[in-house]
């Protein structure tokens, strides 16, 4: 039968990834010295947050996370069979890509959180002014000195330098998986995700 191209990544997944990787890269490198450009990378990353998480409920089919969020044993089961070399396809994201995805999302929700939260307690940003001690008083020392800004201040960047280095692994692991997959399936997932379509039939 002749092989058909079908579209499986509308445009809003497509342009959400890709402007994603980019931003990502270049909050990842700015983060040090540009603090301003930083933040501002970090509020275009928040939009994107915002509109996956309503594209994963108005998106095309694929888009949706009805589509690709399964629950701990078919991700399982997903892992085993691509660990036996003999994986299911799915023409939109496999259960173990889709587990993926929901941990790249919440770790990405966290880390632009925590850098919102350290930019706030250097008074800078939307949160300036907010108490920013509500979870660093539980660590700080008992005397409420001068000493308790810069305790806070330090606390939510470790915070989110930590979030930072847990998102490289998590990317590693998820080009890897990506890697992994398109040798088993044969097809090329990177291609997929830029032009959109994949072949079915
Ligand atoms: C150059 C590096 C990257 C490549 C080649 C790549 C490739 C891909 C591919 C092929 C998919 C679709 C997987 C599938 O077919 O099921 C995907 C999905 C995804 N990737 Fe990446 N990726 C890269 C970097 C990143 C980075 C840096 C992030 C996060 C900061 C990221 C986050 C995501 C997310 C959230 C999805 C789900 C897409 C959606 O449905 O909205 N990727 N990636
Ligand atoms: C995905 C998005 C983000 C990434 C990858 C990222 C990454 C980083 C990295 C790698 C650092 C350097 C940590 C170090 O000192 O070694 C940093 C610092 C920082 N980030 Fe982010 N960040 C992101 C989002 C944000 C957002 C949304 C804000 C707030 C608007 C923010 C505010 C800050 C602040 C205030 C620092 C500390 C700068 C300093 O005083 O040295 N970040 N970030």
Redesign the pocket.
Known sequence: MEKQQVVVWDLGVRIFHWSLVVL?IF??LS??EF?EL??YS??I??SLLVFRLVWGFVGSQHARFADFVRGPRTVIDDLKSIKDGHPRRYLGHNPAGGAMIVMLLVG?SL??FS??M??AA?GH?PLAGTDVSLISTAHADDDHDEGDEKEEDEFW?EI??FM?NF?LLLIFLHIAGVVVSSRLQGENLVKAMMSGKKEVG
């Open positions: 990502f909050s990842y983060g040090d603090e930083h933040a970090g509020y990353i928040i990405l880390l632009t850098g919102l350290a930019y250097e940003g960047e989110h330098e930072g998102m």
